[in-house]
């Protein structure tokens, strides 16, 4: 009779073992395939951050490139603006005339290079704004893919 106790004790446990060794190889598959979906997830999320930062640098540097061009532009024509003058003063049959010559390039320079520098101002500003959406969108992608995954 102690033999069948120990049979069924032996057996009861055999049982509990493998009904425990099955629930754990469940539930180590269940995590590695979660993990393994959140991994491709963050994986497809880096990807398209990536992506929507490289965009948004390269608008940037073409912003940038802009921004550049617009000042030669600028230096360009106040340096011609400025060889105009020389050859108007050169021609002036007086001093009165010499100095109206003068004054006019002062104002139009100045008008010239505010409007100039305004609007590369603007340009930059709005280079700078799209840039921070752009990457406000990109972040917000990435944070919206991560809370599905999770």
Do not use: C, P
């Amino acid at each position: 009779m102690a033999d069948a106790k120990k049979a069924t004790k032996k057996t009861q446990d055999t049982a509990a073992e493998t009904a425990f060794a099955s629930s754990a190889r469940d539930f180590v598959k269940r995590s590695a395939e979660t993990a393994k979906e959140r991994t491709a997830s963050a994986y497809e999320s880096t990807n398209k951050f990536n992506s929507g930062l490289e965009t948004t640098l390269t608008r940037m540097a073409g912003g940038y490139v802009s921004v550049l061009s617009g000042m030669a532009d600028m230096a360009y024509r106040n340096v011609n603006h400025s060889i105009e003058t020389a050859a108007k003063l050169a021609d002036a049959q007086s001093f009165s005339e010499a100095t109206q010559i003068q004054a006019d390039f002062v104002r139009e320079s100045t008008q010239a290079n505010v409007d100039q520098m305004r609007t590369a101002f603007e340009g930059a500003r709005d280079m700078l704004s799209e840039a921070g959406e752009n990457l406000r969108e990109e972040v917000s992608k990435v944070w919206t893919t991560n809370q599905k995954a999770a």
